[in-house]
Nanobody, 115 residues
Framework: QVQLVESGGGLVQAGGSLRLSCAPS????????MAWYRRAPGKQRELVAV???????NYADSVKGRFTISRDNAKNTVYLQMNSLKPEDTAVYYC?????????WGQGTQVTVSS
């Protein structure tokens, strides 16, 4: 069973920045892709950003130009750098790792952006 440990959430004012971290219990290169999802109150979970094993990335339109997903091979960690945060970015953010047809999830970390 893959364990994903997330950190970095918190409370920030609009326009501020936060960086989320996700450290899996096995090498990040084990996975076909790693991603960040979020679930805002009263809304469905949505994909925020994904990074594939080859390094390609994709972003939700709502975060393009503001968020960056990256990985640090030496630290075996995937990051989500979030800049120019908006109140509508408030959500629980989840790390996700996909290996073939199996998906693993982190416990979630709360991000709250005040106006």
């Amino acid at each position: 069973q893959v364990q994903l440990v997330e950190s970095g959430g918190g409370l920030v004012q609009a326009g501020g920045s936060l960086r989320l971290s996700c450290a899996p219990s096995q090498s990040i290169f084990t996975f076909d892709a790693m991603a960040w999802y979020r679930r805002a109150p009263g809304k469905q979970r949505e994909l925020v950003a994904v990074i594939r094993s080859g390094g390609s990335t994709n972003y939700a339109d709502s975060v393009k130009g503001r968020f960056t997903i990256s990985r640090d091979n030496a630290k075996n960690t995937v990051y989500l750098q979030m800049n120019s945060l908006k109140p509508e970015d408030t959500a629980v953010y989840y790390c996700n790792a996909v290996l073939r047809l199996s998906a693993s999830w982190g416990q979630g970390t709360q991000v709250t952006v005040s106006s």
